[in-house]
């Protein structure tokens, strides 16, 4: 009998070991689920401190003569050159390429950037592309960081503030949060990121407005706060003035749920700055939409479109982020399939009753696919992501587009150092997975 006791003792032992070691594992994830949580907060909609204001201003004297320039470039928290791939992307090969690549599907890897000197590079580089196109009127920027463990808590925004120098600028804070212990590899840790915006002229003032986002318990906490911001911009001898929106809406947002919210929250207040105080006001919104602006746009041309997808190895429709504008007018009121899945339905204009127009540019396209790295892999002569054109401007139909363009890679541009004989030469996407876009335009009378 005493030596069957003797024998139990052990196994009590090791019970007990375990019971305590699932105690203190519970209340560690507790303790972490409910430090995050408490951390958890919306900052909402809220007026914006201007830095380093100008004293010029636009004239009556430039509406319908001046050719204003603008700029807007997602600098991914310079995290994202060419050999980076994003853990939170996905996507899958066309079938014709499975074999030579030797897999279907992909998933990014990678949460912060590699390194400090990485990042200081490739923020250093985003920056100093837009500095070299010139006398820029306005200049906007998504996925600025000023203190995050995914970017070695770089302060990104001050850096731009260096490079421009002579202009007044705003900061909306986009992404805040605690320290996020995932991925589990590579903890995104803690985030502060942002919106900023440039302007050569003197800003009135500048508001954030919040975007909804998703409500789920998890995934509001990789949502980012969404937001976007408004500058005024007064017009010297006239009552109406220019408002430049920046603009970035969610990803990951399977459907289209969630985006759909935040485009009517955009829409509503672009009415507001287009009619304030009853005049007809000059808007102009540019940034990363995280919608194609040019697959389903009557401003481009059929034959674009038809090759938009050819030249690459991954089946852009199918990644977990992919989403697009409806944009031809004629479509209004139609039944009519839905590019991504195939299947009909009612078909409406996003914008149909705004008096505005999309604009993307096609020359090259604005964002690749980062769930790999950007690569020819099977060295066919085609690059394997997918490519596609996210990043653009909205703008009021008293407003007249000259020019927009993507700024690629090579002399005066990203600087570019593969051999014009690699497929990515002159792609860009050198400093992020985010290419620069450019665009001219007029004020009409």
Known sequence: MAKNKR?????????????????VVVLVLGGYIGYVSLSYYRIGDTSLQVLNNQTAKLSVADIGTKEFKITTYNVGFGAYDRDYSFFMDTSVFKDEYIHSQGNKSNTGDRARGTS????????????????????????????????????????????GNKKHADYATIYGINYHSAYLMYPLHEPIGKSN???????????????????EITDAFFGKFFDLDRAFTISEIPIEGSVKKLYVFNVHMSAYDKGGVIRKVQLEQLKAAIRVA???????????????????????????????????????????????????FRLDSGKHGTRVPNIITGLEEDYTHDFYDMALSSHGPVNIATCRDASIKFIDKNNNGIVDNAMVTIDGFLVSDN?????????????GLQKEN???????HGLGFVYSDHNPVLMSFKLQA
């Open 7 to 23: 024998k139990c003792r052990p196994l009590r032992f090791i019970l007990k070991a375990v019971f305590v070691l699932l105690g």
């Open 116 to 159: 400090k000197a990485q990042v200081l590079r490739n923020i250093n580089g985003a920056y100093d592309t837009i500095a070299a196109l010139g006398d820029l009127d306005f200049m906007l920027y998504q996925e600025v960081d000023t203190s995050s463990t995914k970017s070695y808590k770089v302060n990104q925004y001050e850096i």
């Open 193 to 211: 990121s942002g919106i900023s915006t440039y302007s050569k002229y003197h800003i009135a003032k500048a508001e954030r407005r919040e975007f």
């Open 274 to 324: 287009r009619d304030y105080d009853g005049d007809n006001n000059y808007v102009v919104v540019g940034g990363d939409f995280n919608h194609d602006l040019v697959l389903d746009n009557p401003l481009v041309n059929e034959e674009y479109k038809a090759n938009i997808f050819n030249k690459q190895e991954t089946e852009i429709l199918e990644a977990n982020w992919y989403n697009y």
């Open 399 to 411: 407003i007249a587009v000259a020019e927009i363009k993507t700024i690629g890679s090579g002399p």
């Open 418 to 424: 593969l051999p014009e004989s690699d497929p990515r």
